[in-house]
């Protein structure tokens, strides 16, 4: 009796832990992605790993990618391509908001990453009655906590169909989407009338742009005259040095894994806004000192990463996730590595702010 209550036991135990393992464990958050959940966006199955394929080799080169014309014009394709295939993961270890954010003493990440985003609001002095649009929204996490801590109405744009489903989804069950709107497009070519928002925002998403002159005529179009836009922009750093081949090998690993057709220098960004119209009223890189380093939540995940693709490994051989599930995440990992580096370096910030301001003169030259 004793042998068999043991042998019971030790069954019920294992299934629990099974359980955990498989349906539960790894979820970033309450409302996140569980790992039998996850899909490559729109992606059928039998396709992922050739999808990831094509992209590896697209982004194989991305200085090359950013100086041809012809390749430039594909790169919004390769980036609805790349979010299809790291979304859910995404979702699953990180939860919704897909940025980085300076550690703060005393508060979890989730809560560092809440106040950088409640910045953003700040920063452009949003409120009720405003209607504020996000530049590549994603999932949505930023335009969450945006309209909620502002009370504006936030406008998302993302290329990617699955992710437009994703923050709907999220919207609704956040009790927001009254609040939030999200739009498929590209936010190259938006589909918005002239001068119809009141401030704007873009997260660590216009560093996919081929040209960011591009995508900040596009904000200066759309935004109100007097309206403020704030960016956290992903560059390369004074102490970046291209004779370094330790300093190419981060920055190329951090394009490549991320659907970037080439970093920025830091020093670019201003004249970058000024030349589409902008004026420069703040510029700050919030990575910097007495901020916390951003890339800790990295470092922290190694383990966790292990245990992940274990698990991915297990789901992907009794086919409950796609094949090409293992290859993505060991991209994120191999990605995750670089972005370390650079930050533990200095050679690069994902968190260059600028702040801008539409000139109240611009509805005169637009009329």
């Not at 390749?71 to 919704?96: M, R």
């Not at 590549?136 to 992710?163: D, F, K, L, W």
């Not at 873009?202 to 742009?209: D, L, P």
């Not at 004026?279 to 380093?293: H, I, S």
């Amino acid at each position: 009796m004793e042998w068999s209550t043991a042998v019971w036991t030790g069954g019920v135990a294992v299934a629990a832990a099974v359980y955990w393992f498989v349906w539960v464990m790894g979820a970033a958050e309450v409302k996140g992605k569980s790992a039998v959940d996850l899909k490559m966006g729109s992606i059928s199955d039998d396709k992922v790993k050739d999808k990831y394929t094509q992209y590896w080799s697209f982004f194989r080169r991305p200085k090359e990618t950013a100086a041809n014309a012809s390749s430039a014009e594909k790169v919004p394709a390769f980036v609805d391509t790349f979010y299809n295939l790291v979304t859910d993961i995404y979702e699953w270890g990180w939860g919704q908001s897909f940025h980085f954010s300076p550690s703060v003493p005393g508060r979890s990440h989730r809560e560092a990453t809440r106040l950088h985003e409640e910045r953003v609001a700040d920063l452009i002095t949003a409120q009720p009655g405003h209607r504020i649009l996000d530049v590549g929204c994603g999932v949505g996490g930023p335009m969450r906590a945006i309209a909620a801590h502002s009370g504006s109405q936030v406008v998302g744009i993302t290329i990617n169909e699955y992710q437009v489903a994703r923050a709907r989804a999220h919207n609704k069950k956040a009790g927001l989407d009254s609040k939030c709107e999200v739009v498929c497009g590209n936010f190259l070519k938006m589909p918005f009338e002239n001068a119809s928002f009141d401030g704007a925002y873009s997260i660590e998403a216009t560093c996919h742009a081929p040209s960011l002159e591009d995508v900040y005529a596009e904000v200066f179009r759309v935004l109100k005259p007097g309206g403020l836009y704030v960016s956290y922009e992903w560059v390369t750093t004074p102490l970046y040095r291209a004779e370094n081949s330790e300093h190419v090998e981060t920055i190329q690993g951090i394009e490549r894994g991320d659907a970037l057709p080439g970093l920025r220098a830091q020093e670019d960004i201003a004249s970058i806004a000024k030349s589409v119209g902008f004026e420069v009223v703040q510029e700050k890189d919030l990575a910097l000192p007495p901020a916390g380093p951003w890339w800790t939540r990295l470092k922290m995940g190694r383990i966790a990463y292990w245990r992940n693709h274990l698990l991915v490994c297990v789901l992907t051989a009794l086919r409950i996730a796609p094949k090409g599930v293992v290859e993505v995440h060991e991209m994120l990992y191999e990605t995750a590595r670089h972005l370390t580096n650079g930050g533990e370096t200095g050679i690069f910030t994902p968190m260059h702010m600028i702040l801008c301001r539409k000139p109240v003169k611009a509805s005169e030259e637009e009329n």
